[in-house]
């Protein structure tokens, strides 16, 4: 486009370029000399030649910030109208105001005589009539907000302890079992009859079979480990279990297996009764852990009481509870520290916990060389799960105690009990027992402020050195700790660990985790139908 101007400056014409690079007059004005004089328009011109950059600055400015997509003069004009004319848009300024409001609600005091809705359509409706400022339904949405935090704060809280008491009581079918199963001992001659037959109590001192021993008061735990284990082996006939209860639940325990026997495998049962080492000059501290009035309130009494709730947070609440199960102070709990004293005979041995489920042959477990160490467990401070394969020491012990913190390294990796690997010939050269009473005893001298009343911790300490690491393949754990366990890790995993407080047994377990362990249960059984133990 050009401008063109006659030599007497009487006409202006304006050129557009054609597509042939001729020109086309598109406009032709005529100025009268009388009306504009050569200075005027030559200022004029050169004010309009000052200010249209800055129009087109401005026009790309309003484009870049994305105000509209304009296609027409018109839109253009109501952007670029105002910023021309001085007027700004006011939303930046609303938006420091709120806050500026919001921040001072953030550091005041919520009015006492605040009244809370109790929805958020009340809130609304107050809002329009009362009126509300800013400020005042600031407060109001703050106060709502901290009230239903406390609230639900409180929920979970009352959900851990519900939990906990579900937890540690006993099923009403188990306690049935148990009670229907010791009546049928006294009644029933097949329910006494001897375990194992005497042709078979040989292989109870044989090394060349495949011991498992289980330490439980739980009949329907240990029907579904000696169960599973049989199942998934390849030579059963191989398989010897040591079954330990306690004397009340013995008659039941020997009743169960005596009359649904576990053929071809071998199984014994024995009451801590039963066991002529187990005297009180031999398990002094365990003795006094039992029977401490004040120990005994710790893991009995009310675990809310003198808490300060406020100063923690649900998943440690969790973790102080899962430490305060009344299991910790059991003798069946603490037995496992005693195998080479009550099983003399024996060379090596496999240890299970009355919440595992075997899925895989687990005779290879007695060719893996420990290389002189006595334990063979899997090491619980590596792996996927964040939430239970991220155990060091300091997850266990009170690295503030003098003695904690000159003895072990917070950094230490933990292992874990369920399923290990014993070599008792090892073990019978150490002194793990003393060191266990040892440490057990300092730990009641400090009134529990090393660790909290365990059989984990003293182990780790005892066992200190003594820890050959297997495959983890071989044992899964925290089944009973979280619901989004893999199932796919879980269906490899030679045995997996209900660890934790949700049980498969109990009513809190979780759904999709308990088919692994009901497969191994038998619901046709009379006892277990009478006592309305039913297939959920």
Same mark, same amino acid.
């Given at each position: 486009?050009? $401008?063109?101007?006659?030599?007497?400056?009487?006409?202006?014409?304006?050129?557009?370029?054609?597509?042939?690079?001729?020109?086309?007059?598109?406009?032709?004005?005529?100025?009268?000399?009388?009306?504009?004089?050569?200075?005027?328009?030559?200022?004029?011109?050169?004010? &309009?030649?000052?200010? $249209?950059?800055?129009?087109?600055?401005?026009?790309? &400015?309003?484009?870049?910030?994305?105000?509209?997509?304009?296609?027409?003069?018109?839109?253009?004009?109501?952007?670029?109208?105002?910023?021309?004319?001085?007027?700004?848009? *006011?939303? #930046?300024? $609303?938006?420091?105001?709120?806050?500026?409001?919001?921040?001072?609600?953030?550091?005041?005091?919520?009015?006492?005589?605040?009244?809370?809705?109790?929805?958020? *359509?009340?809130? !609304?409706?107050?809002?329009?009539?009362?009126?509300?400022?800013?400020?005042?339904?600031?407060?109001?949405?703050?106060?709502?907000?901290?009230?239903?935090?406390?609230?639900?704060?409180?929920?979970?809280?009352?959900?851990?302890?519900?939990?906990?008491?579900?937890?540690?009581?006993?099923?009403?079918?188990?306690?049935?079992?148990?009670?229907?199963?010791?009546?049928?001992?006294?009644?029933?001659?097949?329910?006494?009859?001897? &375990?194992?037959?005497?042709?078979?109590?040989?292989?109870?001192?044989?090394?060349?079979?495949?011991?498992?021993?289980?330490?439980?008061?739980?009949?329907?735990?240990?029907?579904?480990?000696?169960?599973?284990? !049989?199942?998934?082996? $390849?030579?059963?006939?191989?398989?010897?279990?040591?079954?330990?209860?306690?004397?009340?639940?013995?008659?039941?325990?020997?009743?169960?297996?005596?009359?649904?026997?576990?053929?071809?495998?071998?199984?014994?049962?024995?009451?801590?009764?039963?066991?002529?080492?187990?005297?009180?000059?031999?398990?002094?501290?365990?003795?006094?852990?039992?029977?401490?009035?004040?120990?005994?309130?710790?893991?009995?009494?009310?675990?809310?009481?003198?808490?300060?709730?406020? *100063?923690?947070?649900?998943?440690?609440?969790?973790?102080?509870?899962?430490?305060?199960?009344?299991?910790?102070?059991?003798?069946?709990?603490?037995?496992?520290?005693?195998?080479?004293?009550?099983?003399?005979?024996?060379?090596?041995?496999?240890?299970?916990?009355?919440?595992?489920?075997?899925?895989?042959?687990?005779?290879?477990?007695?060719?893996?060389?420990?290389?002189?160490?006595?334990?063979?467990?899997?090491?619980?401070?590596?792996?996927?799960?964040?939430?239970?394969?991220?155990?060091?020491?300091?997850?266990?012990?009170?690295?503030?105690?003098?003695?904690?913190?000159?003895?072990?390294?917070?950094?230490?990796?933990?292992?874990?009990?369920?399923?290990?690997?014993?070599?008792?010939?090892?073990?019978?050269?150490?002194?793990?027992?003393?060191?266990?009473?040892?440490?057990?005893?300092?730990?009641?001298?400090?009134?529990?402020?090393?660790?909290? &009343?365990?059989?984990?911790?003293?182990?780790?300490?005892?066992?200190?050195?003594?820890?050959?690491?297997?495959?983890?393949?071989?044992?899964?754990? #925290?089944?009973?700790?979280?619901?989004?366990?893999?199932?796919?890790?879980?269906?490899?995993?030679?045995?997996?660990?209900?660890?934790?407080?949700?049980?498969?047994?109990?009513?809190? #377990?979780?759904?999709?985790?308990?088919?692994?362990?009901?497969?191994?249960?038998?619901?046709?059984?009379?006892?277990?139908?009478?006592?309305?133990?039913?297939?959920?």
């Amino acid at each position: 486009m050009q $401008l063109h101007f006659s030599p007497s400056m009487r006409s202006i014409t304006i050129l557009s370029s054609s597509n042939n690079n001729g020109f086309i007059d598109l406009m032709k004005i005529k100025v009268a000399a009388r009306h504009i004089s050569y200075r005027t328009l030559f200022h004029t011109i050169l004010i &309009l030649a000052f200010l $249209l950059p800055f129009v087109f600055i401005l026009t790309a &400015l309003v484009t870049l910030e994305g105000v509209n997509n304009c296609s027409s003069f018109d839109c253009l004009g109501r952007r670029l109208g105002p910023r021309l004319l001085g007027r700004v848009d *006011d939303s #930046g300024r $609303l938006v420091r105001d709120f806050y500026k409001i919001l921040n001072e609600v953030k550091a005041g005091e919520i009015p006492p005589d605040l009244k809370l809705p109790d929805s958020f *359509d009340q809130l !609304v409706s107050d809002m329009k009539n009362n009126q509300y400022d800013a400020k005042t339904f600031a407060f109001t949405l703050r106060a709502m907000m901290e009230k239903l935090e406390r609230e639900i704060r409180e929920s979970k809280f009352a959900e851990l302890m519900n939990k906990h008491f579900a937890a540690s009581s006993i099923p009403k079918g188990i306690h049935c079992l148990s009670l229907r199963l010791t009546d049928e001992y006294s009644s029933n001659a097949l329910a006494r009859k001897q &375990l194992p037959p005497p042709e078979l109590l040989p292989s109870l001192s044989d090394n060349s079979y495949h011991h498992f021993i289980l330490s439980t008061d739980n009949i329907l735990a240990a029907s579904v480990v000696v169960t599973s284990t !049989v199942q998934s082996s $390849l030579k059963p006939e191989m398989i010897v279990f040591h079954v330990i209860t306690d004397k009340k639940t013995y008659a039941g325990m020997h009743s169960w297996f005596a009359l649904n026997p576990a053929t071809p495998a071998v199984v014994e049962i024995k009451g801590v009764h039963q066991f002529d080492w187990l005297t009180r000059e031999n398990v002094p501290v365990l003795e006094a852990v039992e029977n401490q009035n004040e120990i005994r309130n710790y893991y009995h009494g009310n675990h809310v009481a003198g808490a300060n709730l406020s *100063d923690t947070n649900p998943r440690k609440f969790a973790s102080k509870l899962q430490a305060r199960s009344p299991k910790y102070i059991s003798l069946l709990n603490h037995l496992r520290i005693y195998l080479p004293e009550l099983f003399p005979n024996l060379d090596k041995v496999v240890f299970l916990d009355d919440d595992v489920v075997i899925q895989r042959d687990l005779s290879p477990l007695w060719e893996i060389d420990l290389e002189g160490k006595v334990n063979g467990a899997v090491e619980t401070c590596r792996g996927e799960d964040e939430w239970v394969m991220s155990k060091h020491f300091r997850n266990y012990f009170n690295f503030s105690h003098p003695l904690i913190a000159k003895n072990l390294d917070p950094d230490e990796c933990a292992w874990a009990y369920g399923m290990n690997i014993f070599d008792l010939r090892a073990w019978r050269r150490t002194n793990i027992r003393e060191t266990y009473h040892s440490w057990l005893r300092e730990n009641l001298k400090s009134n529990l402020t090393m660790w909290k &009343l365990g059989t984990l911790p003293p182990a780790l300490i005892a066992f200190k050195g003594l820890v050959h690491p297997i495959d983890p393949s071989w044992h899964l754990l #925290g089944l009973g700790y979280q619901n989004n366990t893999n199932i796919e890790s879980v269906k490899k995993a030679a045995v997996i660990h209900y660890n934790g407080q949700s049980k498969p047994w109990l009513q809190i #377990g979780f759904e999709h985790l308990r088919p692994f362990w009901t497969k191994y249960v038998n619901y046709s059984n009379d006892f277990l139908r009478n006592c309305h133990i039913l297939e959920s």
